[in-house]
């Protein structure tokens, strides 16, 4: 029953191939129904007829045809040249690939709008830890800077003799260029402070990294 059903499948596929190759080739030449096969190196029609009898549009169309099948037949062997390889102008070529070092990345989306808050590696940080400056036994001035205009509220140090601070005294707002400062007194002498500039930044605490000095 399976032998019987593939040859049915065989025979229905044939039958198909050969009406459309009918319809194909009947719909594109003239009513004698001339249909082009090859033989040797040339083109004839199956029923004797030649390219006069096919519109002409078809006849450039086959033309074209020919000219590329006989171009295929008289390819029987085709010859690479490699002299190029052992000429001495192909032995004087020399690689110029020039070495590009890595660069720092800008934004990580250069199409993301400015006015976002967006990761940039290249900006710098909304608030610096200065370094102190005037440092006595009892006295310092801690400095620090603001890198922005909107949205500065208020500024502060926070300082002490460990890591962990403790200590937070308010400054004046920072002028239009973002430093302000502090005067420090009664401060332990031979003593090493610790400090960090502070500010609220659209009422959020941001602050610089952390800096140590010694007294006299």
Do not use: H, W
Not at 7 to 24: H, P, V
Not at 32 to 59: D, Q, R, T
Not at 201 to 210: D, E, P, V, Y
């Amino acid at each position: 029953m399976k032998m019987i059903y593939n040859k049915f499948l065989i025979i229905s596929t044939i039958t198909l191939i050969m009406s459309g190759a009918y319809l194909y080739f009947s719909g594109d030449l003239n009513s004698k129904n001339i249909v082009p096969v090859a033989y040797g190196g040339s083109l004839s029609s199956s029923l004797g007829f030649g390219l006069a009898s096919i519109s002409s549009g078809l006849e450039e169309k086959i033309a074209s045809d020919i000219s590329f099948l006989e171009t295929l037949v008289s390819l029987k062997r085709i010859n690479i040249d490699d002299t190029l390889f052992t000429d001495k102008y192909f032995n004087l070529l020399k690689n110029n690939t020039v070495k590009i070092d890595p660069v720092i990345p800008g934004r990580s989306n250069p199409f993301a709008p400015i006015e976002k808050n967006i990761e940039d590696t290249n900006s710098p940080a909304d608030v610096v830890t200065d370094q102190p400056t005037q440092i006595t036994d009892k006295t310092v001035v801690l400095n620090g800077t603001i890198n922005i205009i909107n949205g500065v509220g208020d500024t502060y140090f926070e300082y002490g003799t460990t890591e962990n601070l403790g200590i937070t005294i308010s400054t004046i707002k920072p002028t239009l260029v973002g430093v302000f400062m502090k005067n420090i007194s009664g401060l332990i002498p031979k003593t090493t402070y610790f400090f960090k500039a502070c500010a609220k930044i659209n009422n959020i605490k941001t602050c610089g990294n952390l800096i140590s000095f010694k007294t006299n």
